[in-house]
């Protein structure tokens, strides 16, 4: 198969357990590949010569202010652009039926999904709602990520999104320890995103696309429950109602730690904050969180 006219782009940061089948996905795929690191310390980027010389260092804000400047800066020779994370890869079908959807997509075209494999401890995770496509293509002049610490969004200008039938694979070869301090981090970042300004281009309308039916019902149905019962609540629905229970033991512990901990953690943290937050003594009463 001949190069795709694209340029790839995949954000690093200490991922020497990942990238090397992430980057040997794209090898003779696409005609170009870059890498973006904020300051890796182990082997991430001896592995990454090896595949390209195309390697940009910028320090890390978050991902959303990564991509853009990634995309804004870079000298990309195509209007196309991929992206892959370090801990994802493309299959070979996925690449067969992207090459031929590629010389029949049109002018009208601005976006490409992508169902998502999602492995955890070497096995599939089939059930609670986590095969699902992810925008990995899309025209940079036609698409950007909304300004946000966490669950960041692509804004498209106008076109159409296609979506592939054969998926890619993401896979984290670093291990459950380092899983669960991604995870301390994303529960971070999540306050931040609910209690900070905000940057959303996509408002919520449980009658909109996708994410804005996603954002609709997270706003206006899971923040409205009580903290530290919707952990519970969301947990249920995940295992009982979308059948996680079917992905056998690996498949508890991951809707466990990812849909009752990750959640419970983030409801702590924000407790923490509503408790800690400063006594407005002229109103007699607590400043309001956003």
């Known amino acids: 198969m001949k190069p795709l006219p694209l340029s790839a782009i995949v954000l690093t940061y200490n991922e020497e357990a ?8 794209l090898a003779g795929r696409v005609d170009e590949i870059f890498v973006v690191d904020s300051g890796s310390t182990d082997g991430t980027l001896a592995i990454a010569r090896r ?8 320090p890390f804000r978050n991902w959303a202010d990564q991509f853009n400047w990634a995309a804004d800066t870079l000298p990309l020779k195509h209007q196309w652009i991929m992206r892959l994370d370090a801990d994802e890869r493309m299959t070979p079908d996925a690449w067969r039926e992207l090459g031929d959807l590629w010389p029949n997509l049109g002018e009208d075209a601005s976006g490409i999904a992508i169902m998502k494999e999602f492995y955890f401890m070497g096995r599939v995770m089939r ?14 002049d036609r698409a950007h ?55 959303d281009l996509v408002a919520p309308d449980l009658k909109g696309s996708a994410v804005a039916r996603k954002k609709w019902l997270k706003q206006n149905v899971y923040q409205k429950l009580p903290l530290f019962v919707r952990p519970f609540l969301y947990f249920f629905y995940r295992y009982v109602v979308q059948r996680g229970f079917l992905d056998g033991k690996e498949g508890f ?9 990750y959640r419970m953690l983030v409801d702590v943290k924000l407790y923490e904050l509503r408790k800690n937050r400063p006594f407005d003594k002229a109103q007699g009463k607590e400043s309001t969180l956003r």
């Open 18 to 25: 990942n990238i090397e089948e992430c980057l040997q996905s």
């Open 51 to 58: 595949y390209t010389s195309h390697i940009a260092e910028h």
């Open 127 to 140: 059930h609670g709602g986590h095969f699902l496509p992810w925008i990995r293509l899309w025209r940079r």
């Open 145 to 199: 990520f909304e300004e946000r610490p966490m669950d960041e969004h692509l804004i498209f200008s106008s076109g159409r999104v296609t979506t592939l039938k054969h998926p890619f694979r993401e896979e984290d070869r670093k291990g459950f320890r380092a899983w669960l301090t991604k995870h301390v981090t994303y529960a971070e970042r999540e306050v931040q995103a609910l209690t900070g300004p905000g940057g």
């Open 253 to 261: 512990i991951f809707h466990f730690f990812q849909g009752l901990w």
